[in-house]
């Protein structure tokens, strides 16, 4: 079963931006994005299949692209624009598998 590590997360301003990653340890297909809050619970963020297409949920969809780099078993999630209720941790999935996640924090 390929694991995963997501790293890129922290501290940002109101506005900002941010990237994250998904590390694989091997090779992957379909992969998805989640975030979770207490408030909220596990929300879907955005996903990217094997051929690169890719969905956004609409909380993120004009200002995220999910992107991958299959020769480094890697998936990006780039949100621009971060406003305040984006702050939570996010993690990444695929084929039931999920990373520890990366905590996102959006403060002035």
């Known amino acids: 079963q390929v694991q995963l590590a997501e790293c890129g997360g922290g501290l940002v301003q109101p506005g900002g931006s941010l990237r994250l990653s998904c590390v694989a340890s091997g090779s992957i297909k379909a992969v998805d994005w989640f975030r979770q809050t207490p408030e909220n619970g596990r929300e879907w963020v955005a996903g990217?299949?094997?051929?690169?297409?890719?969905m956004y949920a609409g909380f993120v969809k004009g200002r995220s692209t999910i992107s991958r780099d299959n020769a480094k078993n890697t998936v990006y999630l780039q949100i621009d624009g971060l406003k305040l209720e984006d702050s939570a941790n996010y993690s990444c999935m695929t084929d039931g598998s999920w990373g520890q996640g990366t905590q996102v924090t959006v403060s002035s």
């Open positions: 990217i299949v094997s051929d690169g297409r890719a």
